[in-house]
């Protein structure tokens, strides 16, 4: 797996200076680059950003990795991945890595398939097919097909991408002022008592933020109610079962 992701990596580095020698016989070796405009070509030759080709080596090196631990159970107890002894590696197992590679692009696929059907319906499906056999003849398996996502599959996928940054850089700067109000009072030697409006978690105060800000949905109305109860009440519950979970489950 290792032997091929670096065999990737030395592909798309010669493809590098390939355009960068075709920019610089036609403008001058001496003319000003900028990186953003290289481009590599896929095989349907479209441009693609060498950082996404990078990106998209390393990750699914780490899928296959994954996959590869689960078949051959390499977790220790504490459920960490120990990697088997140095083995010697030739083509034919280079060729072999590159199957279990696309396996594991399938299985990301699969997985985001699954999570995500609910909201935009069944995209995969099982059925049967031949397939010629190497000692003559043909056997029936079973395949699992997985479509393409949709325009709007992709849509919301960005936008929930965009929440989560969102999410996060409000909740670094929340946690960023309870360190600092934190030490203030250990600096006074008080005890400060919670507000009535206090939230529970950063999670909490930042969903909220988000609910407010991005949606423009007030936790405060009260006549928006899912499945029974109002939107405090599902972020005040969440907020407390995953600070019971954090802490050690206590009844």
């Not at 995969?124 to 996502?149: D, H, P």
């Not at 991408?161 to 360190?179: C, D, S």
């Amino acid at each position: 797996m290792l032997l091929r992701a670096d065999r990737e990596f030395a592909h798309v580095e010669e493809e590098i200076q390939k355009q960068m020698s075709k920019f610089a016989g036609k403008n001058g070796p001496s003319s000003p680059f900028d990186p953003r405009q290289l481009k590599l070509r896929d095989e349907n030759d479209k441009p693609v950003s060498p950082d996404a080709v990078v990106n998209e080596i390393v990750r699914n090196a780490s899928d296959t990795l994954v996959m590869l631990a689960y078949i051959h159970r390499w977790f220790d107890e504490g459920g960490s991945i120990v990697l088997p002894t140095d083995v010697s590696v030739d083509d034919k197992i280079a060729y072999k890595a590159g199957m279990y590679s696309l396996a594991a692009c399938q299985w990301r696929y699969l997985t985001d398939a699954w999570d995500r059907s609910r909201l935009f319906g069944v995209r995969f499906q099982i059925r049967e097919q031949e397939f010629q056999a190497k000692q003559g003849g043909t056997r029936q398996c079973t395949l699992l097909e997985v479509q393409s996502s949709g325009e709007l599959e992709l849509m919301d996928r960005i936008a929930l991408n965009r929440v989560e940054q969102a999410f996060f850089e409000i909740q670094m700067g929340f946690e960023i002022i309870a360190g600092n109000a934190s030490r203030s009072e250990e600096k006074q030697g008080d005890t400060a008592t919670l507000p009535k409006a206090s939230y529970l978690t950063p999670e909490e105060r930042a969903s909220t933020e988000i609910l407010d800000c991005s949606y423009c949905l007030s936790i405060d109305d009260d006549s928006i109610v899912v499945g029974g109860l109002r939107i405090k009440v599902w972020l005040r519950g969440y907020a407390y079962f995953g600070r019971k979970a954090r802490c050690g489950w206590k009844s």
